[in-house]
Antibody, heavy 122, light 107 residues
Framework: QVQLQQSGAELAKPGSSVKISCKAS????????ISWIKQTTGQGLEYIGY????????YYNEKFKGKATLTVDKSSSTAFMQLSSLTPEDTAVYYC???????????????WGQGASVTVSS | DIQMTQSPASLSASLGETVTIECLAS??????LAWYQQKPGKSPQLLIY???SLNDGVPSRFSGSGSGTQYSLKINSLQSEDVSIYFC?????????FGSGTKLEIK
């Protein structure tokens, strides 16, 4: 079955960086994009961006340009998101999700990781 | 960005009842609308895409409808396992955007 296994919770200091992983299994990794989504109690769900797992090409929501960097390792079917210059506003649960690449599935997220909690505190 | 306005914010209903959740887009999204269910402490799961197409394995008591800017999710014969937060999401334009969620509880 399709599974996305994310790395564990992170506690980070303001100004530092964290890198979250998302290991996919149960399907052909390069047939789908991987999206990243931020969830907070106050702001709900926000779309960060996606990576084309075949080409490594990326799209970032304007709001997250400079904050998030998406990469992929096809050999291990793993996607990564690095968050830099962390502030308390980056405290959230971050999800990776398998994402369709053609209409009507474009930007439709049909399998999600379990989420990775990131807490930014001094 | 396209704004998605979801209502109501919370909903309480009895077992066996039918409930409807609404989602209004700030512009025409041409049926490019998905619904997700997030059970307590879990990650969101896709229920419906393209406004009315049921994702694999989703019970038939869930249905979606709508067009243009107005969409709805209907849950027939409410069951205890339906306690969740439900989100709509437009996938018509970049960036995809989500509604603020509807929290469904059982009376």
């Amino acid at each position: 079955q399709v599974q996305l296994q994310q790395s564990g919770a992170e506690l980070a200091k303001p100004g530092s960086s964290v890198k979250i992983s998302c290991k996919a299994s149960g399907y052909t990794f390069t047939s789908y994009d991987i999206s990243w989504i931020k969830q907070t109690t106050g702001q709900g769900l926000e779309y960060i961006g996606y990576i084309n797992t075949g080409s490594g090409g990326t799209y970032y929501n304007e709001k997250f340009k400079g904050k998030a960097t998406l990469t992929v390792d096809k050999s291990s079917s793993t996607a990564f998101m690095q968050l830099s210059s962390l502030t308390p506003e980056d405290t959230a649960v971050y999800y990776c999700a398998r994402t369709g690449t053609t209409l009507p599935h474009y930007y439709v997220m049909d399998a999600w990781g379990q989420g990775a909690s990131v807490t930014v505190s001094s | 960005d396209i704004q998605m306005t979801q209502s109501p914010a919370s909903l309480s209903a009895s077992l066996g009842e039918t409930v409807t959740i609404e989602c209004l887009a700030s512009e025409d999204i041409y049926s490019n609308l998905a619904w997700y269910q997030q059970k307590p402490g879990k990650s969101p799961q896709l229920l419906i895409y393209y406004a009315n197409s049921l994702n694999d394995g989703v019970p038939s008591r869930f249905s979606g409808s709508g067009s243009g800017t107005q969409y709805s999710l209907k849950i027939n014969s409410l069951q205890s396992e339906d306690v969740s937060i439900y989100f709509c999401q437009q996938n018509y334009d970049s960036p995809p955007t989500f509604g603020s969620g509807t929290k469904l509880e059982i009376k």
